[in-house]
């Protein structure tokens, strides 16, 4: 079993920042990609950005170079770094990770969601 807990969402103003936090914990032997989706109200889930085990990091074309994603393998801590934040930021953000647990079995869970809200 994994536990993942976020932290770090909340109200921000446009051109703010914030940054949300994910750490997971649990029967874990390794975490492949990590990974931060966003929903809001009426769309569906999208993928915001993933690093991978190695650091390699991807981000959706909206959040380049606005948004920087990045982990901390000792403290299983995946963090979204977010700036210059826009009034269409505002969703529901979700961290995932994947990866294979103590007795070897594949895992994939999500956390359990943070609200982001940029005020323009």
């Known amino acids: 079993q994994v536990q993942l807990v976020e932290s770090g969402g909340g109200l921000a103003q446009a051109g703010g920042s914030l940054r949300l936090s994910c750490a997971a914990s649990g029967s874990i032997f390794s975490i492949n990609a990590m990974s931060w989706y966003r929903q809001a109200p009426g769309k569906q889930r999208e993928l915001v950005a993933v690093i991978t085990s190695g650091g390699s990091t991807n981000y959706a074309d909206s959040v380049k170079g606005r948004f920087t994603i990045s982990r901390d393998n000792a403290k299983n801590t995946v963090y979204l770094e977010m700036n210059s934040l826009k009034s269409e930021d505002t969703a529901v953000y979700y961290c995932?990770?994947?990866?294979?647990?103590?007795?070897?079995?594949?895992?994939?869970?999500w956390g359990q969601g943070t609200q982001v809200t940029v005020s323009s």
């Open positions: 995932h990770v994947h990866g294979f647990s103590d007795s070897m079995r594949y895992y994939d869970y």
